[in-house]
């Protein structure tokens, strides 16, 4: 099962023949058109794989495109229930992902943009290589989010306010002046100017590869920029200001310097295993500013070996209640271990944990070598998907029927239990009432049903293409229009998960790079 890399070889051989005389560390195949990508989606595409269903490429494209122009508005039927992606009300060449998506038809109230959504949509806009869209989210991003850009003075770099509220006759203001960054949308949106600079080169009015590095430097390097200095214990020393993104190796919860939960371990110490994203670390390894390079490898390696099978109930040394779930705490201290940070946090997923699995399948997808970094990524998938299939695995009284074959198709969600649940699995935060499930958003079906199925490029369980197949049937969120009833979800986050699912299940979630990056 050495998938990710094993592609990236072939490719780079087919390219090689194209392309004669070009130094491999200087070129990246996955940039270029033609056979390679032909070669990449015939190995990635899962949807084409999945036992008796018979689905093509082209209609894998077909889905694929009427969900993206459906949720950035640019469908033509007038249909807006799946519109995420809004334009600034006086300028139509910035865009912004509605996290109350619709809401600008509602007199704007509520409206509020968020740096983990400016992620998503870039790198959904850049994998659908629509290169309008995703200029017009980067503009609205560097020039209402980035920090700088509003305040040349600050000591923050490249940092994004993690939030802002754009408003009914355009532009946006901060919703609290002292809001920082939120670490998975300086990851996203980095990652997607990355990408964008591979496939559209980075040469224009945005140099994208850029702006990329300024976030990636910014990430590592604010301590040293600032004077910052740290003690042994890896608390700071006087006054400071938000703080590197990245503490012994691992991605902190908020770069800031103040306690949260009931130890009071400051906010740098926590980390959030969603926000571990080792695909995109190993992508900044290889495309980054040179002198980083070696950082980020270090953190992808960490992420792969340490963290995430610590944090995940799948190493040894794991202390944590997970061990036969799987499930991904909300979030731990930055050793993996579960910590309550809020209510509960370190015990159950709640939203950001339903999408750690997708940072496994897509870390398989993309670097699988079939070495022991990537044996974690099996181990893992096989026990999540198995514990999905049947719940009653840790808790046999559980009111719930487990997976069975020949349910039907399209799927209504009554086989998989989907949501937010305890990390031990020995209870369900919504509880098996008919009224809990189906179409009721609070479970995130969509969400989750996107993000398991990625799983299935690292799984090995027969049961792995149930998920993908479920995926395949699952209805695009949207929103309730004229008072009818809600259904399949909510735009914005089960919006972006399903569809990034789709992308990354179907193979489309492709590490472009320029050329200058390396193969390891």
Known sequence: MMRGKAIL??????????????????????????PESIRWEQEANLFLKVPGLHITSKDVDEKLKDAWLRFSGQNQDGDISSRTIMLDAADSSLAFADVNAGSPDNNWEGVRACTEGQGWALMIAVQMND???????????????QIKSFDPNTRRGAYFAWQVLPQKKGGAILKNPNDGPAPDGE?????????????????????????????????????EWNGYKQNPDGSYQGQVDMVKMFQNLQVCFIPGVYPMGPQKVSAHCISDPSYCLPAFFELFARTGPEADRNIWHEIALHARRTYLPRALGQSDDSPND??????????????????DAQPESGHTSSGDGLRTPSNVGMDYLW????????????????????????????????????FKEGSGFPYDYKRFWYGIYYTSGSDWIIRNKPESQGNNSSNHNEASTGMNAVLAHAASIDARWKFVEELWGAHQPRRSINGSPRTYGEPYWDGNLYLLGLIETAGRMRPWMLTGATFR
């Open 9 to 34: 070889a072939g490719l780079f051989i087919l390219s090689q023949a194209i392309h004669p005389g070009v130094r491999a560390e200087n070129h990246v195949p996955l940039a270029l058109a033609g």
């Open 131 to 145: 290169k309008p869209m995703f200029d017009k989210l980067w503009r609205f991003t560097k020039k209402y989010m």
């Open 187 to 223: 990851i996203w949106i980095s990652s997607a100017l990355t990408c964008a600079a591979g496939r559209w080169g980075n040469e224009g009015p945005i140099r994208y590869l850029d702006e990329a590095h300024a976030i990636e430097s910014t990430m590592l390097h604010i301590d």
């Open 322 to 339: 997970n061990k036969k779930t799987g499930v991904s705490p909300y979030l731990t201290l930055l050793d993996g271990t579960q910590y």
């Open 367 to 402: 670097w699988s070598d079939g070495s022991r970094d990537f044996t974690f990524h099996e181990k893992f998938s096989n026990k999540f998907l198995s514990f999905l299939a049947d719940p009653t695995i840790t808790n046999p009284g559980m009111n719930i029927s487990p």
